[in-house]
C-alpha cells in the first residue's frame, strides 16, 4: 500500500453534489459548480456481464460515465483513484420492491357481514382495481433502507404499492443517499403491475377467490374497451389509468407455477406481454414454464430446513415440503437451462442483507456467475426500458458502479464502495492498511512480539514476552493502532502508532506517564487461513428426482400409453351385452378396442384378469378435489368465472381417487350462489399438464338453492336472496337480462362484453348445461318452470336429495339426477332425505348417478352404488351405472366414456373382486391406455416415499448439525373442500 | 332379484298396518322365539353353521349348530345370516338431530374439565337418526358428549327405547377426554399462517389434566364440601368407570400411556388413534385397548399411504390390541358401522375378526360383555338376521332384529317416505 496514494483518496469527499440547477437560487454560498472528472485506474472493469476490460480506466462526471475502456487518457481536471486490480461492476438492479412505500391501512369494519358494492368514487366498480394508484403518491426516501440495498449491491429499484389486483404503477429510484428527489426519481411511472390479491383497503367481498380475481381482470379488459370507445358518459379513473399505462411495461404477480400458468392465459387473451413475478417453484415443471414464452423475475428466497430432530414433530412435515426445500435452489439453473429469460428480486428477503447468501446457493446449485449478473444488471434493465442506463458501464450510461476485491460472485469477496450517481458509499473502507504480521517492537531494550490477525476486518493480536505471552488489549481502528499492557501490577504500558504495512513506530506512553517512542519490524506476514465458514456448504446436495407431479406418489417419468389386453376376467359391459364372464378386453391406441372372448394381444401387453372383475372408469358427476378455490362468494351470481382457472394438479385426492377406481370428475363450483361458476370436466392424469386434464368442450355450470345460497348457516342478513323466493327471483332477473343482452348482441349495435352474461347467453342457448345443487322439492319445481319459461332445460339437479318427491315432473322436464346414497340429517333441508331416493328417481325414468362431493367418498363410489341396490333392490347392473355410464350421460361424454363399447376411451378399471363388494379394491386404473394406479407399483412408490423421506431427514439433521437456520417443523393444512367451503386458506 | 317392491311388502308385513309416528319401542319379549337354519356369525371370531338359536325372557337360552328343539315361534332363517346387534361407539347419537340446526345439538357443554356433565341426559330416544340405524344392525351405542378437555361422561344405550331412561343399558360408564394436541393449528383467517406447527403449550396442557385428576382424588379421600367435576371422578380411580382418551399422533399416544401409568389407571381406552400402529406394542404391554377413528377416512398426510386408515385395525390387532371400530364425524353416519368393519376385511382380516371389532371388542371395552356382544347362552338376545353378509352391502339386509328379546321395527322415517312416494309413482304394483 501506499500512502500516498490514501492520502488523494481520502481528498475526494462526496465528489459531485447535484442539488443544485442552474436555475435554482443560491442562498447558502456563492453558486459553485464541481465539473471535475472522477478518474478510477488500474481498475477490471465488467461493463457489461460478458465483456472484462482488464486494468481499465472509467471516467465519471456529473453523475455519469464519460467513458471506459483501456486508454489511460483523461482530462486534465481529474481526480485520480488507482484501484490497483480491484473490480469494477455496474450496480445490481432491482425491478421489484416496495422500497420506501409503506403498507397501506387495513379497512376497519365489523368482520361478519360481507360487504358488496365499492367504496371508491370515482373508480372502477371494484376497489381492487387500483390501477390509478401511483406507487411515487406513496413513496418516502428511507435511507436507511437505501443503506440495506447499497450494501447489498443493488443501485437502483423499481417500487411499487404492492396491494390490489390492478395496483398502477410503480416509479424507478436510484439510492443515491446523497441526492434528493430531483435526482433519485429516476421515472414516476415507470410500468404498471397485477397481481391476484385483493386490496387491503377495501373490504368488498368480490372476488374472493383466485378464480374471481382471474375472471374480474377478463372483464376489467372488456370494460377498457368499451370505455375507451366512448361509451360511458361518466368518468373513470381506473380505466382512464389502465389507457394511460398501457404502454408501459406490465408486471404481473404470482405465487408459483399454476399461478404464472394463469397470468400466462390471461395476458395471450388479451395480447399483454406481461413479466410474471415468480414464485420460486417453476422446476417442478420447466416444460409448461417454457412453452409460456415469458419474461419473468424470479425470488430467490429458499426455504430453510425443517428442524427434525424430534422425530415425532417431523413426521409432519410432508415430502413435498422436504423437496421443495431439497429443490428450490435448483430453480434458477432450471430456468436458465430452459432458456427463460429472468431477472432476480430480494422481493421476499426480509432485507436485502439475506440476498447473498441465497444468490450463493442458487450458483452453487448450478445457475452461472454470468446469467447471475446478467439477471441483476441487463436483463432488470431492459425490463424497466432502461438498457443503456443502469446495469451496464459504458458512455453515457449512469455511475452507478461497485468496487469489490475480486470478482463479485466469489464468496470472499468484498465490495469496498458503492457509486451511486457518481456518488460514493463506503460500504467496507477500502484503503484500510492490512497490518496483518509479526512485528519486533523495541521498548526501552525490551523486545515485545506482536502478531496481528485479520486486521482489515476485525483485528486481533497477541503480544508476547521473551516467548511468554502478555495479556493485552489491542485495537485497530481508523488508520491507528494501539496496544495496552501490564507491565506489573497496576502499571499499564500504552502503544500508539499510525497504521503502516511495513511496520510501525510510535510513541508508548509508560505507566508513570512518560512517552518514549518506540520502532518495530515487520518480521513474518500471518497466514490467515484459519477462517473457516462452516455455515456455508460450497456444494450443493443431492437433489431429489422430480416426479409428475412433484409430491409423494408422483411417478419419475409420467404414464406412456400403451395397448393391454386384460384376459379372462368378469366383464361389466355397461353395454347389451350385459356383463360378461371369462371375457377379455382389448385397448389399443388409447380406445376400447374389442370386448369379447379370446381376444388376439397382438403386442399388447397382457393382464391376466382371471378372478377379476373389469369395468369402465368411475365418473364422479360433483367433485371438489383437484381445486385451488371452490367457492367464489363476492357475488350472488358468478357466472363468469371458471373452475378450470383453478385446477390444482398437484392434489394428493387424485391418486387416491385413482386408487378408488375413479377416472374423470366433474369439478364443480362451491354452492355459495344461486348462479355459481363454470365447472372443470375432467380426466385424472396423474402428473399431466393441467390443459391434458380438462376435457374443454365439455361446457357446465353450477347452480344453486336453498340454504347455502341463501346463507342461512353462517349469520349473514345482507345478501339478496335470502329466502327461496328470492332464489327464483335471482333466475328470472339474470335469465332476463340475458335475454335482452343477446338481442342487443345480435342487432348489431354496439354492446358492453359482458362475460357473466355471455355465460348466461350461453345457459339459454344449452350451450353451457346446468348442474344445479338442489335439496328440497319446492326449490327443485321452481328450477323446472324458471328453466321451462325461458325456455331451455335443466341438465342435472346434483344433490336432489328430495328428487323422488318429484321425480315425476323430473323425468318429464328430462333432467338428470345425480345424488348422495345415504347422506342426511346434516342440516334442516335434508331432514327427508332417504337413501331410497335414487332407486325411485331411477323407476320413474330419471338418469340418475351417485356422486360424492367429498374426496374421502369419492374413493369408493362403488360402495355408494352398492347401497343404491342395497336400499332400493335396484339391479346391480343399474346400480353400478350410477357411478360410471349414467354420470357420463349427465356429463354428455357417454360418447366417449361410461361403458366398455369399442371405440370408448381405454378408461378402464380392474378390481380385485366384484365392484360393488365391500371387499373390492381397484387394482389398476386405465385412463386412455395409460396406468395411472397399479396396486403393485404403489408399493413401489411406498418404500421411494419411505426412502426420500429419511434421505431428506438426514440432510436437514446434518443442515442444523452444520448450525443452519432451519424452521420448525410443520404440517401443510390441507383443506378438504366441498359445496360449503366459503374461503380459501391461502 | 328383489325389488324395492318387495322391500316394501315385506316391511309393511312386518309392522302390521300402524306406520305413522316415530316408530313405537317394542314391548318386552313375552314368548319364546327359535331361529333356525341360520348361519350364526357369533361375535367373538366363530361361526356356526346351520344354527339353532332359542331365546326367552330377552335372554339366549341355547344356540347351537343343528339340533331340533325349538320352543315359541320359529323363524326359519335358511340360507340366512344372524349376528349379535352391532355396536357403535364414540358417537353423539341422539345427542344432535340436525347437525346445522343449533336448537337441535346437545352434545357439546361449555368448560374445560366436566366430567359431571352427562350424555345420556340430553339422549332423544326418539330421534329420527336413531331410528335410522336399526334396519342395518346397529342396534346398541355409547353416547358422548364432545368438547372441552374433559367433555363429560358417556352411557351405552339400545336403540329402541321409549327415553333414555329406558333407552340406558350402562350409565355413565367412561368419561370422555380430548389430549393436548403437539401441534396447533395456524389461525388463517385471524392472518397467521396457516398450517400446524408445534404446540408450546403442549406440556403445560397436559399439566392442567394432571392438576385436575390429582385434586379429584386427593378430594375422593376426604369429606368436604360438594365438589360437581371432582365428585364426578371417584369411579374413575375406583376402576368402575373408563377413562376414553382421545390422541392420534404418537407422541400423544405415549403420553397417554405415561399418563395412565403415572395416574395408576388400569381403564383407559384410547380413542381415535390414527398412528397407534407405530406404538402398538407399547399399548399391548400397557393393556390400553383402541377405539378407532372412522376408518373410511382419509389419511391425514398426503405422503401417507392412500389405505391407511383402512388398514389400521389389522396392524393393531397383529400387535395384539383389543380393536373396536369408532366413529368420530357424522353422527348420521353411524349406519355405515358394519361398512366400516366389511372395509377393512380388504386387509387381511376376516370377517368374524372384523365383525368382533363391531360385537364383542367394544362390548369388551365398555364392561358390558358379560351381557351382550356375543351370541351366547345367558347373553341378551340383541341379534338380527340378514340376507347375507351383513359386512357387505350387498348382503346387509335385514328381516327381523331383536333388542333384548323384544321383536323390534325396522321401520323408520325414510322407509315411510320411500314407501308413500313409491305408492304415487306406482311403483309398488
Redesign the interface.
Known amino acids: 500500500m501506499f500512502f500516498k496514494k490514501l492520502l488523494v483518496l481520502g481528498l475526494v469527499t462526496c465528489s459531485f453534489t447535484m442539488y443544485a440547477q442552474d436555475y435554482f437560487p443560491a442562498n447558502a454560498g456563492v453558486k459553485s459548480k464541481n465539473e471535475n472528472y472522477t478518474v478510477f485506474t488500474n481498475a477490471v472493469i465488467h461493463t457489461t456481464p460478458t465483456e472484462t476490460i482488464k486494468k481499465g480506466t472509467l471516467v465519471v462526471q456529473n453523475g455519469r460515465v464519460v467513458s471506459v475502456g483501456k486508454s489511460s487518457k483523461y482530462p486534465a481536471n481529474a481526480v485520480v483513484v488507482d484501484l490497483d486490480g480491484k473490480h469494477i461492476y455496474p450496480s445490481f438492479v432491482d425491478i421489484y420492491t416496495n422500497f420506501g412505500i409503506a403498507k397501506p391501512k387495513r379497512a376497519g369494519g365489523s368482520g361478519r357481514a360481507s360487504q358488496y358494492d365499492n367504496s371508491r368514487e370515482g373508480g372502477y366498480w371494484n376497489d381492487h382495481i387500483l390501477s390509478e394508484q401511483n406507487g411515487y403518491d406513496d413513496f418516502e426516501y428511507d435511507s436507511k433502507k437505501a443503506t440495506e440495498f447499497i450494501n447489498a449491491g443493488f443501485g437502483v429499484v423499481a417500487t411499487l404499492q404492492h396491494d390490489g389486483i390492478a395496483r398502477g404503477t410503480g416509479a424507478l429510484i436510484a439510492l443515491n443517499n446523497d441526492g434528493n428527489t430531483a435526482n433519485r426519481v429516476m421515472e414516476e411511472r415507470l410500468a404498471q403491475y397485477f397481481s391476484f390479491d385483493k386490496s387491503v383497503t377495501s373490504r368488498q367481498a368480490y372476488p374472493s377467490s383466485k378464480m374471481g380475481a382471474t375472471a374480474l381482470l377478463r372483464q376489467v379488459q372488456h370494460d377498457l374497451d368499451w370505455y375507451e370507445k366512448g361509451n360511458v358518459d361518466t368518468k373513470d379513473m381506473s380505466l382512464e389509468a389502465l389507457t394511460r399505462n398501457k404502454t408501459l411495461p406490465q408486471f404481473f404477480e404470482g405465487d408459483g407455477l399454476y399461478d404464472d400458468l394463469r397470468i400466462d392465459k390471461l395476458g395471450d387473451q388479451f395480447g399483454i406481454d406481461y413479466v410474471i413475478v415468480a414464485g420460486g417453484d417453476e422446476y417442478k415443471r420447466i416444460g409448461e414454464v417454457l412453452a409460456m414464452n415469458r419474461k419473468m423475475i424470479l425470488p430467490l428466497k429458499f426455504p430453510d430446513a425443517y428442524d427434525m430432530e ?1 422425530p ?2 417431523a ?2 412435515v ?3 415440503d422436504m423437496k421443495h426445500w431439497n429443490q428450490a435452489p435448483t430453480n434458477p439453473k432450471a430456468l436458465q437451462d430452459a432458456g427463460v429469460t429472468f431477472a432476480l428480486t430480494t422481493f421476499k428477503h426480509k432485507s436485502p442483507k439475506d440476498f447473498k447468501k441465497h444468490l450463493m446457493k442458487a450458483i452453487t446449485y448450478g445457475l452461472s456467475k454470468e446469467r447471475a449478473l446478467e439477471a441483476l444488471t441487463t436483463i432488470p434493465a431492459q425490463m424497466v426500458g432502461k438498457s443503456g442506463e443502469i446495469g451496464v458501464l459504458k458512455n453515457g450510461a449512469w455511475a452507478n458502479f461497485m468496487i469489490t476485491s475480486g470478482e463479485v460472485f466469489e464468496k470472499d469477496t468484498k465490495l469496498f464502495e458503492h457509486w451511486i450517481q457518481g456518488n460514493k458509499n463506503v460500504v467496507k473502507d477500502m484503503t484500510t492498511v492490512n497490518i496483518d504480521g509479526n512485528y519486533a517492537i523495541n521498548l526501552n531494550g525490551t523486545t515485545y512480539n506482536l502478531e496481528v490477525k485479520n486486521s482489515t476486518e476485525k483485528a486481533k493480536a497477541t503480544l508476547k514476552k521473551g516467548g511468554e505471552e502478555v495479556k493485552s488489549e489491542f485495537a485497530y481502528k481508523q488508520d491507528w493502532a494501539t496496544v495496552t499492557f501490564k507491565e506489573a501490577e497496576g502499571k499499564f504500558i500504552r502503544l500508539v502508532a499510525r497504521a503502516k504495512a511495513d511496520g510501525f513506530n510510535g510513541k508508548a506512553i509508560l505507566p508513570d506517564g512518560t512517552e518514549k517512542n518506540f520502532t518495530s519490524t515487520k518480521t513474518a506476514i500471518t497466514s490467515s487461513e484459519d477462517k473457516k465458514d462452516k455455515k456455508a456448504s460450497d456444494k450443493p446436495l443431492t437433489v431429489m428426482p422430480l416426479t409428475y407431479p412433484n ?3 408422483g411417478y419419475e417419468t409420467r404414464p406412456k400409453q400403451q395397448d393391454i389386453l386384460i384376459t379372462n376376467a368378469t366383464v361389466w359391459t355397461n353395454e347389451a351385452e350385459g356383463i360378461l364372464e371369462n371375457a377379455d378386453v382389448l385397448i389399443k391406441d388409447g380406445k376400447i378396442s374389442a370386448v369379447g372372448k379370446n381376444l388376439s394381444a397382438r403386442g399388447a401387453m397382457v393382464v391376466d384378469g382371471t378372478g377379476k372383475h373389469v369395468t369402465s372408469g368411475i365418473i364422479d358427476e360433483h367433485s371438489h378435489i383437484a381445486a385451488f378455490a371452490i367457492n367464489e362468494s363476492g357475488h350472488n351470481s358468478t357466472a363468469e368465472v371458471r373452475m378450470s382457472d383453478v385446477v390444482n394438479p398437484d392434489d ?2 387424485i ?2 381417487n385413482l ?1 378408488g377406481g375413479v377416472t374423470a370428475i366433474q369439478l364443480l363450483h362451491g354452492s355459495a350462489n344461486p348462479i355459481g361458476g363454470q365447472s372443470a370436466v375432467m380426466k385424472l392424469k396423474w402428473g399431466a399438464p393441467i390443459d391434458e386434464m380438462v376435457i374443454k368442450d365439455k361446457k357446465f355450470i353450477k347452480f344453486a338453492l336453498g ?1 347455502n345460497v341463501k346463507q342461512a ?1 353462517w349469520n349473514s342478513y345482507s345478501r339478496f336472496p335470502q329466502t327461496r323466493m328470492g332464489v327464483e327471483q335471482v333466475f328470472v332477473d339474470y335469465f332476463t337480462r340475458g335475454k335482452e343482452y343477446e338481442a342487443k348482441k345480435n342487432s348489431g349495435q354496439p354492446y358492453r362484453v359482458d362475460e357473466e352474461m355471455e355465460t348466461i347467453v350461453d345457459i339459454l342457448n344449452m350451450e353451457r348445461l346446468i348442474s344445479c345443487h338442489s335439496y328440497v322439492q319446492s326449490e327443485i319445481n321452481m328450477t323446472m318452470k324458471v328453466a321451462e319459461q325461458f325456455g331451455f332445460n335443466v341438465n342435472t339437479f346434483t344433490h336432489i336429495l328430495e328428487g ?2 318429484v ?2 315432473k323430473m323425468a318429464k322436464h328430462g333432467v338428470g339426477g345425480s345424488t348422495f346414497s ?7 333441508e335434508v ?2 332425505a ?3 331416493n335414487a ?2 328417481m331411477h ?2 325414468g330419471v338418469t340418475v348417478a351417485i356422486n360424492s362431493d367429498d ?3 369419492s ?2 363410489l362403488n ?1 355408494e352404488a ?2 343404491i ?2 336400499y ?5 347392473e343399474d346400480a353400478w351405472k350410477m357411478v360410471t355410464l349414467n354420470p357420463a350421460k349427465l356429463l354428455h361424454m357417454d360418447d366417449r366414456a361410461g361403458s366398455l363399447k369399442p371405440g370408448k376411451d381405454g378408461d378402464v378399471v380392474i378390481w ?1 373382486d ?1 365392484p ?6 381397484a387394482e389398476k386404473t386405465i385412463i386412455e391406455g395409460k396406468v395411472f394406479f397399479d396396486i403393485e407399483k ?1 408399493k413401489e412408490l ?1 418404500a421411494t ?1 419411505q426412502k426420500e ?1 429419511a434421505q431428506l431427514t438426514a440432510m436437514m439433521l446434518a443442515e442444523k448439525n452444520k448450525g443452519l437456520k432451519t424452521q ?7 383443506q ?1 373442500m366441498h359445496c360449503d367451503t366459503e ?1 380459501t ?2 | 332379484m328383489k325389488t324395492l317392491q318387495q322391500l316394501l311388502v315385506a316391511v309393511v308385513f312386518l309392522l302390521g298396518a300402524t306406520t305413522n309416528a316415530q316408530q313405537t319401542p317394542a314391548p318386552a319379549q313375552a314368548t319364546a322365539y327359535t331361529i333356525t337354519g341360520a348361519t350364526a356369525h357369533v361375535g367373538d371370531g366363530t361361526v356356526i353353521d346351520n344354527a339353532t338359536i332359542v331365546f326367552e325372557n330377552g335372554k339366549i337360552s341355547t344356540i347351537q349348530s343343528g339340533g331340533s328343539a325349538t320352543k315359541g315361534t320359529v323363524i326359519n332363517a335358511t340360507g340366512k345370516h344372524v349376528y349379535p346387534g352391532f355396536i357403535a361407539t364414540n358417537t353423539t347419537l341422539g345427542l344432535v338431530e340436525v347437525g346445522a340446526v343449533r336448537q337441535s345439538n346437545d352434545d357439546d357443554e361449555i368448560g374445560e374439565m366436566i366430567p359431571h356433565v352427562r350424555g345420556i341426559i340430553a339422549y332423544n330416544a326418539e330421534s329420527k337418526v336413531v331410528e335410522s340405524m336399526r334396519p342395518n344392525g346397529v342396534l346398541m351405542a355409547q353416547i358422548r358428549p364432545v368438547g372441552g378437555t374433559i367433555s363429560g361422561a358417556s352411557s351405552v344405550v339400545q336403540l329402541d327405547a321409549w327415553n333414555w331412561e329406558d333407552a340406558a343399558y350402562k350409565t355413565d360408564e367412561g368419561i370422555f377426554m380430548d389430549w393436548p394436541r403437539t401441534m396447533r393449528r395456524g389461525r388463517w383467517w385471524l392472518g397467521e399462517e396457516p398450517g400446524y406447527k408445534p404446540n408450546k403449550s403442549y406440556k403445560e396442557d397436559i399439566n392442567k389434566i394432571k392438576v385436575f385428576f390429582n385434586n379429584s382424588r386427593a378430594y375422593s379421600k376426604a369429606k368436604g364440601t360438594k365438589n360437581l367435576p371432582f365428585d364426578a371422578m371417584k369411579n374413575v380411580f375406583n376402576g368402575t368407570q373408563k377413562v376414553y382418551i382421545s390422541a392420534n399422533d404418537q407422541k400423544q399416544i405415549l403420553d397417554v400411556i405415561a399418563f395412565a401409568k403415572e395416574m395408576q389407571l388400569t381403564n383407559v381406552v384410547l380413542v381415535g388413534g390414527y398412528q397407534s400402529y407405530k406404538v402398538a406394542e407399547e399399548l399391548a404391554r400397557a393393556n390400553i385397548p383402541v377405539i378407532l377413528q372412522r376408518v373410511q377416512g382419509l389419511p391425514s398426510m398426503e405422503d401417507h399411504d392412500y389405505d391407511l386408515p383402512y388398514k389400521l385395525p389389522k396392524l393393531l390387532t397383529d400387535a395384539g390390541v383389543t380393536v373396536a371400530l369408532g366413529y368420530d364425524a357424522e353422527y348420521w353416519q353411524v349406519r355405515n358401522l358394519p361398512f366400516y368393519a366389511g372395509q377393512v376385511t380388504q386387509f387381511g382380516l376376516s370377517d368374524e375378526d372384523a365383525l368382533k371389532m363391531i360385537t364383542l371388542n367394544p362390548a369388551k371395552i365398555m364392561g358390558i360383555a358379560s351381557t351382550t356382544g356375543t351370541l351366547a347362552p345367558g347373553k341378551d338376545a340383541t341379534l338380527f338376521i340378514s340376507d347375507g353378509n351383513a359386512l357387505d352391502m350387498r348382503g346387509n339386509n335385514l328381516s327381523r332384529a331383536f333388542i333384548q328379546g323384544r321383536d323390534i321395527s325396522l321401520e323408520s322415517h325414510q322407509t315411510k317416505l320411500a314407501k308413500r312416494y313409491a305408492e304415487k309413482y306406482g311403483q309398488n304394483e
Open positions: 424430534d415425532y414433530a413426521e409432519y410432508a415430502l413435498s409430491i409423494a406418489f394428493s385426492d391418486y387416491r386408487a340454504e348457516n323422488y318427491k321425480a315425476d345415504d347422506w342426511w340429517a346434516y342440516k334442516y331432514n327427508d332417504i337413501p331410497y332407486a325411485i323407476r320413474a374426496g374421502e367418498m374413493r369408493r360402495q352398492a347401497k341396490y342395497k332400493g333392490g335396484i339391479e346391480e380385485s366384484h360393488l363388494s365391500i371387499k373390492a379394491r404403489d411406498r416415499v423421506k420448525p417443523a410443520r404440517k401443510k393444512e390441507k378438504r374461503q386458506i391461502y
